[in-house]
Each structure stands twice: as structure tokens, then as C-alpha cells.
């Protein structure tokens, strides 16, 4: 009996991150480990979006660059493997400028200000009237990125699903005036495990919060973390019963936890008091040093060698640039901008 | 004695057209005849700007397209020589496209919406609300093409004045960024000569007015635009004193005859009455069918093989893109974004 034929088109998943710091147990639950499972079923581009990073990051150009080779080592230790997932650093793929450029023509500038994503992203960044026009556009970028690749499936969180429709609209634009479909219409995938909160409990870990806990971080860092979670606030003796909404190390139990059947005995436990947040947090403590020791180790291991990172990343990109510039002779075919 | 060497960075001239429909009489004196002239002192570089023109033709994408030859055969037509000029066709410079892209976070959103160019010419194609994103963003894509050739002489209108004032400033944000010089200053070039006005007095040749005389009109659409060329209205008959303001026919005699002694004689006689516009419009017809018949001829001789005139494209344009690459480069890595 013969394995069966690799397809010739797999469904085809691009994600990514933003190169502007280093990953953390957020990107582990929202996106990393899915990837590791995605990389087996389907073929996975993953992005290193330098050049969207530098969108807002005008004024420290050297973070962007640094933490392309420290996220790209995040990727290795957890086990995105690059013989399955596709690597690539989007500003070393000057198709993804270009097809930017023209997909800019079909969208408005009304729309883009509409784009929920997009309102939201400007208020958080404080940008108001001083928006940089890049960081308006990046829709249209995001839509380069997706259609590029021919992804139908983009991994995503709830607040991007305006991103990934605003890319449907473009590419609908642009078939009908290409009169054939050219470009594939897109399906967010949003994890159905939300976001981590992060270690103080607020809704998100941010580096700029101080609240993470990085893929790297030291035994040393990942106790010092443990100590200040956020637990209830209520629980101020043992024997008080404690509550498990907005309490961070049972949120992380949960998400990190091997052992599921002891852990929903644990809260049991909690709620009915008697049980300490001591406890739990030693508890949460040992997981999280068994699940990142060896990420660190291999991490630490993968970043003796920066020259075989930066040549899987130059092989990566090659080979996603092979497939984007593809896409991008079509769609300057089908505007008619192809002469010689 | 030698003559003297040929200087290694010469003054770079950028100048060009948005294919979109034949050149007229408006182009052969707003630029073309400049052109002929500079090709001899300065590196001149004459863009077909082919991307540029969808932004707002993104619904006739096959006018753009036919029109990149025609406008290259008027070229050659009125005495560009691509052995002098680089021609080149902007799409097919994905360069510019990366530079625009970078570009777009140097400048704010309502930067380019405070931009007059911008304004008037969105009020001008009724655009309202629902301008295409490329529309507005279009002047860091001139600000690509500019500093992509590093032109410090850029030949425009002087409605056009804004927009290199807006190419500057993003070419004095980048250096800044980039903590050196990397890119250079440009000046707009007005030529002396105003905008020469359309066929029916008003004050611009516009193919969509229909105003216009091409320079490959034939003999007879010649004498038919001349007989409608809108003259004195007030000069109801032959001995009446006739006006030179607003006198197209006059107009063009100044910028066409050959002959400016007679002509001055002629103009005279006209403000004095006595001389009827059929013998001024006689004058007319006899120098416009001297000076476009010799360009019609080239024109048509060189329309006889497309062959040539896209193997001359090719060329300028591979010769232009080595000169976009290496200023994309140094742009990128002063970005931060080399990394191979």
C-alpha cells in the first residue's frame, strides 16, 4: 500500500507576529502551539512582519531588527519546525510592497477609517490626527500579506475579524476587475481559547505592561513572576472561600496544566476555602518551570548558532518569496501592467 | 587638449507622464520641448508613470496600458533620445512601490489631506468621500519615484509645487532617521512658458474637454481645431481694433511661430483693426501643420514596429531599475531591514 499523493494545493495558513519584542505565554496559547499543530495539516507561512512593524516603530528602528532573529528562536524552541512551516521576514519580499501599492487603489479612504481594527489600534497608540499614513493603510498591506500567499485560513485574534474582512472586500474588488478569481477569499480562525491575561490580571499580556512572562525567561524570572500573580483579591484567609473568575494562576492552570482531573480537585478545594493561594501558586509555579525549561534549554541552545538561524530564515524567505512574486505577476497581468 | 571628463554624478533631472491618453500641443510646450533640451546636459530620467494613472483609472485599466506605447512614440516623435533619456515604465520598477511603502510612514494622514495638490485635484475628479487610498497617498509614491533616481531637479507645473515640498520633507525625515544624507533634495523646475490653454479658450488642453490639438494629429483634424480656435469675441468685424488677451490664436502663434518679427507686425495690425481673424487663423494653420508634420511622419514611421519601441523600453527601464535598487537598498539598511 502507497501513501497517498501529496496534494498539489494544500489549504494554505498565514500568520505571524510583529517583531518588537519577545514572545510570551499570551503568543504560546493564542497562536504558537496552534502553530506547531497547524504545521502537520496544512501548509504554514509564518511571517515576521519587520516592515508593518515599523509602522509605529519609526522612532527605534533597532528593536525591529533585533527581535526578528529572537522571535525567529522563539519559533525553533517551541517547536515550529522549518522543514513544515515556512519562515519568511516580510520586507525581504518586495512583492508584498507592491501588491500593497496596488490594492491601495481599491479600497477608500472612508473605509479604511471605518475599519474597526484600525479605530481601535489609533486609539490605543494615542496617534489621533498625527496617524502616520502607513499605519492607516496597513489593511491594505495585511490584505498583500494574506493574498500573497493564496491563504485561506488566517489565524487570528476576535478584534482582527474587521482585518480579515476588509482583505475579502479588496479581493473581491480586485477579481471582478481581474474578471477571473485570482485572489482566494480568507477565513479567520480564531483560537477557542481567548486571550491570557497577564500576570496583574489586566486583559492582556504586554510587554509595555510589564505583566508577561517571556518563552525565555529564566527559573529565576519565572519565580519572581509566579509570586506577584493576580489571584482574588476577596481570599484574604485560608479557610475563606476563594473565587475563580479573574483569577490568574487558575487561568494559567488551566491553559498549562498536564494534569486536568487534580486540578479540577484543586478548585474545588479553593472555592470551598481552606485551600491557599501559596499553594496554587507553588503549584503553578512547577508548571510552568516543567513546560519552559526545555524551551529555554533549546532556545538557549538554537542561539549559539545565529548563522543557521539567519540561513533558515534566507531559505524560508526564498521560498515564500517564489510563491508571493507567483501571485504578484497575476495581478499585474490582470491590470495589464505586464509589457515585455 | 582633451575634453574634459564626463562628471560621475551629473544633475539628475526626473520628469514623465501619466499614460492616459495621447500628447498635445499643452505637453509639447509645458514639457516635451524642455525635455529635448535638458537630454543634452543633465541625466535625464522620463517615467511612463503607469501605476500612478490607476490609481484613479483603476475602471479603464486598458487605456493605461495602450497608452504606455503611444506616449513612448510621441517621445521619440518630438526628438527624445533614449540614447540621452532613460524611459522608463514605473510599474515595472517594484522598487518604487517598496519605497512608497516605507515612505508612507513618514508623512501623517493629514499631512497629505492638508496637501493643495491633493485637494484640488480629489475637488477635481469629484472623488468627495470616496477617494481610493491611493489617490490620497499618492504623493509619497511621487516621492519615491523622485529619490529613487535621487533627482535634485524635478520639471512641474506650479500647481505641482506642494508636492515636492511634501517629497522633501520625507526626504528630510528619512535622512534624519537614517542619521545621514542618504537621500537628496529636489527642486520643482516651473518652466517659464505658462500652460498653454485648450483650442477653446479655457485654460487647460484636456482630452476630456476635447480642446486639445494631439501631436499626432493628421493634416485634417489640424485645420478643423484650428478653424474652431476661440479667438476675440468681440472683434465682431474685419476693421474693428481686435484683443491679444485671451486670443488663442495669438497664443499659440507666440508659442509656435517661427517667425516672432512678423508676427509682432501681425499682432499690431490686429489691435489697430483691419485684420480679420481668417488671416490670423491662416498664419496659425500654416505653422502647426510645418511643426506636427514632420513629427507625425516620425511618429508613424516609428509606430511600424512596436518591437522597437518595447525593446527600448525594456532597456531603459532595466537600466533605471539598477538605479531604483541601489537606492532601495541603501534606504532598507538604513531601516534596519538587511539581514542576509
Do not use: W
Not at 487570528?156 to 474588488?173: C, F, K
Not at 490568574?248 to 479553593?270: G, N, R
Request: a neutral charge; glycine letters at 6%; hydrophobic letters at 40%.
Amino acid at each position: 500500500m502507497s501513501l497517498p499523493a501529496q496534494p498539489t494545493s494544500p489549504t494554505v495558513i498565514l500568520t505571524g507576529d510583529r517583531p518588537t519584542g519577545p514572545l510570551h505565554l499570551g503568543h504560546f496559547v493564542g497562536s504558537l502551539r496552534n502553530r506547531v499543530a497547524y504545521q502537520n495539516d496544512y501548509k504554514q507561512f509564518i511571517m515576521l512582519a519587520d516592515a508593518q512593524a515599523l509602522t509605529d516603530n519609526m522612532d527605534d528602528i533597532d528593536k525591529v531588527r533585533r527581535n526578528v532573529v529572537e522571535v525567529a528562536l522563539d519559533y525553533l524552541a517551541v517547536g515550529i519546525d522549518p522543514a513544515k512551516s515556512t519562515i519568511l521576514i516580510q520586507s525581504q519580499i518586495p512583492e508584498l510592497a507592491e501588491l500593497t501599492f496596488y490594492y491601495l487603489n481599491m479600497v477608500t479612504v472612508a473605509r479604511l477609517e471605518r475599519n474597526p481594527t484600525v479605530k481601535a489600534e489609533i486609539a490605543l497608540r494615542g496617534f489621533e490626527r498625527d496617524i502616520p499614513a502607513g499605519f492607516l493603510t496597513y489593511p491594505a498591506s495585511q490584505a498583500a500579506d494574506i493574498s500573497a500567499f493564496k491563504a485561506s485560513i488566517v489565524p487570528v485574534g476576535e478584534d482582527q475579524i474587521p482585518m480579515i474582512e476588509q482583505t475579502n472586500e479588496i479581493t473581491r474588488r480586485f477579481n471582478r476587475i481581474a474578471y477571473k478569481d485570482i485572489l482566494v477569499e480568507c477565513k479567520a480562525l480564531v483560537p477557542e481559547m481567548g486571550r491570557l491575561p497577564g500576570t496583574d490580571g489586566k486583559a492582556k499580556m504586554s510587554k509595555s505592561l510589564g505583566n508577561t512572562i517571556n518563552l525565555g525567561a529564566t527559573a529565576a524570572e519565572i519565580t519572581a513572576a509566579v509570586k506577584k500573580v493576580y489571584t482574588d483579591p476577596l481570599h484574604l484567609r485560608v479557610e475563606d472561600p476563594g473565587h475563580l473568575e479573574g483569577n490568574v494562576a487558575f487561568i494559567y492552570l488551566d491553559a498549562f496544566d498536564p494534569d486536568q482531573a487534580s486540578l479540577a480537585e484543586m478548585k474545588a478545594h479553593y472555592v470551598r476555602g481552606g485551600l491557599g493561594d501559596s499553594i496554587v501558586k507553588k503549584r503553578l509555579e512547577g508548571v510552568l518551570q516543567d513546560m519552559l525549561a526545555p524551551i529555554r534549554a533549546r532556545r538557549e541552545e538554537l542561539a549559539k548558532d545565529r548563522g543557521y538561524i539567519l540561513q533558515m530564515l534566507k531559505q524560508g524567505t526564498a521560498q515564500a518569496r517564489e510563491v508571493a512574486a507567483r501571485t504578484t505577476d497575476e495581478v499585474k497581468a490582470a491590470l495589464g501592467l505586464s509589457y515585455f
